[in-house]
């Protein structure tokens, strides 16, 4: 319930926030930083949401690493109070969760190398829910290290899709003729892309997870509804 509501606030002030963010120069970097950190960290702010801030305020070149950094600090946040308080919840989700059962399956016990490239494809589609993927590489005891890794590279494409689309926006005045039918193309280049993003990602975790001793229920059983 929360995050969609985050979303509608962060969006209906996009235009206000923005400026301000940009007023402030590095420390509204700082502050844009912090914040998606500790409202991401405990699954009170949607995440495509605050990347399109981040383009929106600060465009491509610094947003793009203000937006990575961000999403590191929720997901540190998000992986230290999961493993303790989650661990119930998580066992529960994952009962109806086929999917996301193997993808705990592929993590448990694996090489640092193996985890790396688990939890970046996890990442990597668009519709990967940020929290529960969270969760569940807590749940499963990722290392810190390859678990910090793999979410800023698997990340990195579709924050980048996110923050681009931000900064394309940002640089149109709607008061001018064509500004629409461009934010129109902005939009549709984005959610093709994002798409593209969500296949790739998908078969290579498939192919990840196929592997021998690599997960569990990765076929047959209800179909999981969500991503990965």
Not at 133 to 150: D, H, K, L, T
Request: proline share 7%; net charge positive.
């Amino acid at each position: 319930m929360l995050p969609p509501l985050g979303s509608v606030l962060l969006l209906g002030y996009l235009t206000t926030l923005a400026p301000w963010l940009r007023a402030l120069g590095t420390t509204g970097l700082a502050v844009y930083v912090g914040g998606f950190g500790l409202l991401g960290g405990f699954a009170l702010l949607p995440t495509y949401a605050a990347a399109l801030l981040g383009g929106w305020a600060f465009g491509d070149w610094q947003g793009l690493p203000a937006a990575l950094l961000g999403f590191l600090i929720a997901a540190v946040i998000n992986y230290a109070w999961a493993g303790r308080t989650a661990a119930g919840h998580v066992d529960q989700l994952l009962a109806e969760r086929p999917r996301w059962r193997a993808v705990r399956h592929g993590l448990v016990g694996r090489s640092a190398w193996k985890s790396l490239l688990v939890v970046t494809l996890v990442r990597i589609p668009p519709n990967s829910p940020f929290a529960l993927a969270n969760m569940v590489m807590a749940g499963a005891r990722v290392p810190i290290g390859p678990y910090m890794a793999g979410t800023v590279i698997g990340l990195a494409p579709r924050t980048a899709v996110a923050v681009a689309a931000g900064a394309r926006l940002s640089a149109l005045d709607f008061s001018q003729r064509g500004a629409l039918g461009s934010a129109v193309l902005a939009i549709a280049v984005a959610v093709a892309a994002l798409a593209m993003l969500g296949w790739l990602g998908r078969r290579a975790l498939d192919a990840a997870l196929a592997e021998p001793g690599a997960g569990e229920d990765n076929s047959g059983g209800p179909a999981d509804s969500g991503a990965p």
